[in-house]
């Protein structure tokens, strides 16, 4: 039996993310000048509070990104003492402001805003980061419905690698509301035996070391090592730790890539694997927003 999670020929080893966003996005480009033809533009509110540096670069990115595809974004630039009642009479505005179709409030919010209570207050058909429960509940039903970016991201880049997904093990390290379980779920859906491991999990080792496809969302830098991985898996890195090196600073994944990557059939660096889908699958649920709110 050949006990490799993938075909060996249709792989590249290192997993392009910037190639298959780009992909991504020209995709997202053409439907949207369909609708333009009928007089459409998919709009986009991107909200950020605060000055986060490390939001404030992925603000601007998605504002560059949509203008490339043909959307329209509306940037809504908040103080960090800003406070909970304005944002939310914000979103109300947004929610019925008919030009809007998608609302993204940038995470993380100041320590003083209840990130749940803004999140439950986006209109769910306007809600492209999925994170509203009623699409949260609608994934975990099989529904088709807003998914989050990043892992809907390390879904497609899943696809494009292995092809069919049925049947393979799936271990996903780290059980965030954002990434973890979401990845859970689409996983499932795509008909894989998903085994979701986390902090006080026993022998997390051993359980790796079982999957087909291990989707690593943990946050520790270059925890997981070559003999975690299962010869021939295909490793996503969805980790971005930035770590002290002789130059300065620079980026890790969760995963040691350098390790890890004779073993794996295939593997996504950081930067350069997940990161470029994240804001690629957002032009992607933006669209998709546009479009349910078409009836
Ligand atoms: N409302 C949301 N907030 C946050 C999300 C999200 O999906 N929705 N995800 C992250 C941040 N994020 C997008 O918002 C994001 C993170 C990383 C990248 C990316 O392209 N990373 C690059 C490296 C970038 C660098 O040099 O720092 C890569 O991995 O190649 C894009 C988007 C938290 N907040």
């Known amino acids: 039996m050949n006990t490799q999670a993938v075909q060996p020929d249709r792989l590249a080893k290192r997993i392009d993310g910037k190639q298959v966003s780009s992909q991504v996005l020209a995709e997202v480009s053409e439907a949207v000048q369909q609708l333009q033809q009928q007089g459409i533009q998919p709009g986009l509110a991107v909200v950020l509070v605060g ?33 909970e009642s304005s944002l939310l009479a914000l979103i109300e505005t947004l929610n019925q402001d008919p030009q809007v179709n998608g609302i993204l409030v940038q995470l993380p919010l100041p320590a003083a805003i209840d990130e749940n209570r803004v999140l439950e207050a986006i209109d769910p058909l306007k809600d492209v980061d999925g994170f509203h429960s009623q699409n949260v509940g609608g994934l975990s039903q099989g ?25 393979l093990h799936a271990v996903v390290v780290g059980r965030s509301n954002i990434v973890g379980k979401p990845m859970a779920a689409l996983l499932l859906q795509a008909d894989c035996s998903v085994t979701l491991v986390h902090s006080r999990s026993r022998d997390i080792e051993r359980l790796c070391r079982d999957a087909d496809i291990l989707v690593a969302a943990v946050g520790r830098p270059q925890m997981i090592k070559r003999d975690w991985i299962k010869p021939g898996a295909v490793v996503i890195d969805v980790g971005i730790n930035r770590i002290q090196a002789d130059t300065g600073t620079r980026l890790v994944g969760d995963v040691d890539y350098d390790d890890v ?18 804001i690629a699958m957002l032009m992607q649920n933006t669209l998709t927003a546009a479009r349910m709110q078409l009836g």
Do not use: F, W
């Open 51 to 83: 000055e986060d540096p490390a939001s404030q670069v992925y603000v601007r990115n998605k504002v560059l990104r949509a203008a490339e595809v043909g959307i329209r974004s509306i940037e809504h630039r908040l103080p960090a003492d800003t406070d």
């Open 143 to 167: 529904r088709e419905v807003l998914t989050p970016c990043t892992p809907a991201g390390c879904m497609r880049l899943l696809r494009q690698t292995c092809g069919e997904l049925s049947g």
């Open 261 to 278: 990557y004779d073993q794996a059939a295939a593997i996504t660096p950081v930067p350069g694997g997940v990161g470029p889908m994240t």
